[in-house]
């Protein structure tokens, strides 16, 4: 899987509403949030929301890509966007 980092918001803002891009980010020093990141195109914000997954997500593949729980893009304040990241693709649930 190829991943670029930092992501280019800009660039997802222009894709359509629901867009999502994910992948896996080395430690690059003090500050980095190295591991999964998750991006996708919210029309609840109005554009990207997303960001690392935290203790609360266990990477359980690197290549590809698989994390365990789902993502879930909780309403009232995001979309309601739900599903898995597994064998590096989005699975919509």
Same mark, same amino acid.
Do not use: Q
């Given at each position: 899987?190829?991943?670029? %980092?930092? @992501? *280019?918001?800009?660039?997802?803002?222009?894709?359509?509403? /629901?867009?999502? !891009?994910?992948?896996?980010?080395? $430690?690059?020093?003090? &500050?980095? %949030?190295? /591991? =999964? =990141? $998750?991006?996708?195109?919210?029309?609840? @914000? /109005? &554009?990207?929301?997303? /960001?690392?997954?935290?203790?609360? %997500?266990?990477?359980? #593949?690197? *290549?590809?890509?698989? =994390? #365990?729980?789902?993502?879930?893009?909780?309403?009232? &304040? &995001?979309?309601?966007?739900? +599903?898995? !990241?597994?064998? +590096?693709? %989005? @699975?919509?649930?």
């Amino acid at each position: 899987m190829e991943f670029t %980092w930092p @992501v *280019d918001l800009k660039a997802l803002a222009a894709e359509p509403i /629901g867009t999502i !891009i994910f992948g896996y980010v080395e $430690e690059e020093g003090p &500050g980095s %949030w190295p /591991g =999964v =990141v $998750e991006f996708h195109n919210c029309p609840a @914000v /109005g &554009g990207p929301y997303g /960001g690392p997954l935290d203790g609360r %997500w266990t990477l359980i #593949s690197r *290549d590809p890509l698989t =994390v #365990s729980p789902s993502i879930w893009c909780k309403p009232p &304040g &995001g979309c309601g966007m739900h +599903g898995f !990241i597994r064998d +590096g693709k %989005w @699975v919509a649930s």
